[in-house]
């Protein structure tokens, strides 16, 4: 009897697992008959087919890598589809079982009332405690629901908007967050479909088939499910590939969005970039508009939102679209009080992405850390839950220290672009992982890496409520 499997749409541990072709296997049992039609022993011929076989397995087991388990799971094909009108914040979206609805026990969606409504599905239906519980039958299975995709993160200033000519939203605002009972051994197949106004087009971080249809795929995820910024209307987009990195800037018409400055500063930057970070997104988006959308800059699995008004570069030689590209090359979110370190590296590459890439002088490089050291001296402790301002500072200047420090005693033989490489795209970023993983690069404990407090202060309300999650620190 098959075990059950709890999948989270949240996350996933892929396993791995070694596999080794066997493509050579009927030309040598051909040749082998060959060598029998032409007198040789069975023996002789057994001893040709042992010696050649294992001459053709051996390079092959040795330069094949280990290939992820989920990859040889059987899959059920899962269908989004989302009907999009001009002017209407609220969309239609339905999710499908296309195959093997069996394999489905429950669906446990996390949806938040004030955003999700209007719920109907083949099959059976439970609300409670804010979510949403479906068990699907066993044949034409469907769930259908109305989301309001039109949010604001300040007073008057969106990071979600609907508009007559152009929408602009977080894939992962289509379908809540998803827990589900399946098939033990098992693992879906999304694609997304996206029902706009004629004249419309998209622009999303998935791939595209001939259809039209997008694939959503993440191979940390037994269950996909869309996630990212997406831009619909009437746009302008411009795209290049830039190393291994397939680059879309998107931003609705008449919005001032300067798609070709943005485009030649990735050409400058993202090289850089691509050397620190060698798993960099095969696919990138950035989508931008004026107001009222927040005036910030946002990242997302893929890709990121910046404001049309920011400045590639600010007066105090910082970068808010470096910033927000370092998240999205990271994947990495900050466990319990560890914030401090997603935040503090993803400014800290910001300044060094434009040092090592020539966008900056030396003297403006060091000029800056100048500034942020004594912007430091107001910060308190490194351990609050959500990392701005002081915090963020006093947080670069840590690892700049730490930096020095694994390169002082490997012999510049190592650096911390080593460290964020070790660290995990799929789990919490935490203390204790990331001062393991300083220490395994340098050989040793680092006195730059300052002790583990616990249980973490609370960040200030004024502070949360002033400086919203992932901004741009500035520097006075």
């Known amino acids: 009897m098959d075990r059950k499997a709890i999948a989270s749409s949240s996350f996933a541990s892929p396993a791995f697992e070694s596999s080794v072709a066997c493509s050579f296997a009927s030309p040598l049992a051909r040749f082998a008959s060959r060598g029998c039609a032409l007198g040789l022993g069975r023996l002789a011929a057994a001893a040709l087919v042992l010696v050649i076989g294992l001459v ?41 079982i296309a195959s093997h609805p ?15 409504r ?17 068990i699907p039958p066993r044949r034409d299975a469907w769930l259908q629901f109305r989301v309001n995709l039109e949010s604001q993160r300040d007073v008057g200033r969106y990071d979600g908007r609907m508009t007559e000519n152009w929408a602009l939203f977080r894939a992962d605002d289509l379908v809540p967050p998803v827990h589900l009972d399946m098939q ?40 996909d499910r869309p996630t990212g910024w997406i831009l619909v209307g009437r746009l302008g987009v411009r795209r290049e590939t830039i190393g291994g990195t397939r680059l879309s800037i998107a931003g609705p018409t008449g919005q001032g969005v300067r798609r070709l400055d943005m485009l030649a500063f990735f050409r400058f930057t993202l090289p850089t970039l691509q050397k620190v970070f060698p798993d960099l997104p095969e696919r990138l988006l950035v989508v931008s508009a004026g107001d009222p959308m927040w005036r910030g800059a946002l990242s997302g ?33 900050g466990g319990e009080g560890a914030d401090w370190i997603v935040e503090g590296l993803a400014e800290y590459y910001s300044l060094e992405v434009l040092r090592r890439s020539g966008a900056i002088a030396e003297r403006r490089y060091q000029r800056t850390h100048a500034r942020l050291a004594e912007w430091a001296k107001q910060a308190g402790p490194l351990e609050v839950e959500r990392a701005h301002g002081a915090v963020t500072a006093r947080a ?15 012999d510049r ?29 340098a050989g040793g404990p680092v006195s730059a890496l300052p002790a583990s407090k616990a249980p ?6 004024a502070g949360a409520a002033s400086t919203p999650a992932r901004s741009l620190p500035s520097v006075p």
């Not at 069996?102 to 999700?116: C, G, K």
């Not at 209007?118 to 479906?134: H, N, P, Y």
């Open 56 to 96: 053709a397995v051996a390079p092959s087991a040795a330069a094949r890598k280990p290939v992820p388990a989920s990859s040889a799971r059987p899959e059920y094909r899962i269908l989004y589809t989302a009907w999009i009108k001009a002017g209407n914040p609220v969309a239609t979206v339905r999710v499908r």
């Open 102 to 116: 069996e394999w489905i026990r429950w669906m446990r969606l996390r949806a938040d009332p004030t955003r999700y």
């Open 118 to 134: 209007d719920f109907k599905a083949s099959g059976r239906l439970e609300f409670g405690d804010g979510q949403v519980t479906w």
């Open 184 to 223: 033990d051994g098992t693992q879906s197949k999304a694609k997304l479909t996206l029902e706009l106004p004629d004249g419309w087009s998209a622009a999303t971080p998935f791939p595209r088939y001939a259809s039209g249809r997008f694939r959503i795929d993440n191979p940390n995820r037994l269950f």
């Open 301 to 333: 699995p893929g890709s990121l939102f910046v404001h049309a008004e920011r400045p590639l570069i600010s007066e105090n030689a910082t970068s808010t679209f470096i910033h927000e590209l370092v998240h999205v090359a990271m994947r990495a979110r």
């Open 396 to 410: 670069v200047g840590v690892l700049r220290a730490v930096d020095e420090e694994i390169r002082r005693r490997t």
């Open 413 to 441: 033989r190592a650096s911390l672009d080593d460290v964020v490489r070790r660290l995990s795209r799929s789990e919490a970023v935490t203390t204790e992982s990331f001062r393991a993983a300083v220490e395994q690069v």
């Open 456 to 461: 973490p202060p609370q960040a200030s309300s």
